[in-house]
């Protein structure tokens, strides 16, 4: 085989994957994947319809990889791949940037002994015994 038809092939079968679990991610009612939520702050709400917008887009994006240099209609579907890529990302505007910038509370100017873990151990007190074994290695 040549490798102008593996690459693209290649490339085109993981957009296709990452397009369809964008779409099962979409589709799928939120218990069925996480039975309760576990975090302290609540997370932004996702758009599904832009969710499933992405997900459209990669597969649009993968059949014109899929098409290469044969298919008429791949520069097509790359526009509408880049559309509908565009338009789910500003609909997921808020979620995307609580993961790309959500940087917690350290960077945030929280001081250090408010991020102290309560529930870990409390480390043990250095004794002569335990610093004198720490010198002879």
Excluded: Q
């Excluded at 038809?5 to 994957?17: D, E, K």
């Excluded at 218990?31 to 709400?45: F, G």
């Excluded at 350290?106 to 102290?116: E, I, K, Q, S, V």
Aim: aromatic content about 8%; hydrophobic content about 50%.
């Amino acid at each position: 085989m040549r490798i102008e038809f593996v690459i693209p092939t290649l490339f085109g079968i993981l957009l296709a994957l990452f397009g369809a679990a964008l779409l099962f991610d979409a589709w799928t009612p939120d218990e069925l994947v996480v039975s309760r939520e576990r975090r302290r702050c609540p997370r932004a709400e996702r758009d599904r319809p832009g969710e499933t917008m992405l997900g459209f887009g990669f597969i649009a994006v993968a059949a014109a990889f899929f098409g290469r240099d044969v298919w008429d209609y791949r520069v097509v579907a790359v526009g509408i791949g880049a559309v509908l890529m565009l338009a789910g990302a500003v609909r997921n505007r808020k979620l995307l940037h609580e993961l790309v910038a959500n940087r917690g509370k350290l960077r945030r100017g929280a001081p250090p002994d408010a991020l102290a873990r309560t529930d870990a151990p409390a480390p043990a007190p250095e004794t002569a015994e335990s610093s004198e074994r720490l010198r002879i290695r």
